[in-house]
């Protein structure tokens, strides 16, 4: 079993700054894949940023140059930074990491969820 724990969430105003945080712990082997995704009300989640261990990263067209995807491997955490955040950015986030439990099985969690607001 695997567990992910996510802070950071909360309200600002546009043009401020806010730091995620999703910590996994648990049976964990390896994590390949960490990502960001949100969903406003009304509207499909979708992916903001994903980072991978080898360190690729794609972010949405909507966050590039505002948004900071990074991990802490020894700490099996993934932040996301953001910056010159909008009202638009007002959304539930929610971390999902991909990877195993043992060499043979793989998993793939969702945090809770973490609410951010921008206010205009």
């Known amino acids: 079993q695997v567990q992910l724990v996510e802070s950071g969430g909360g309200l600002v105003q546009a043009g401020g700054s806010l730091r995620l945080s999703c910590a996994a712990s648990g049976s964990i082997f390896s994590i390949n894949r960490m990502g960001w995704y949100r969903q406003a009300p009304g509207k499909q989640r979708e992916l903001v940023a994903a980072i991978t261990s080898g360190g690729s990263i794609n972010y949405a067209d909507s966050v590039k140059g505002r948004f900071t995807i990074s991990r802490d491997n020894a700490k099996n955490t993934v932040y996301l930074q953001m910056n010159s955040l909008k009202p638009e950015d007002t959304a539930v986030y929610y971390c999902?990491?991909?990877?195993?439990?043992?060499?043979?099985?793989?998993?793939?969690?969702w945090g809770q969820g973490t609410q951010v607001t921008v206010s205009s």
């Open positions: 999902n990491v991909e990877g195993k439990t043992t060499v043979l099985r793989r998993f793939d969690y």
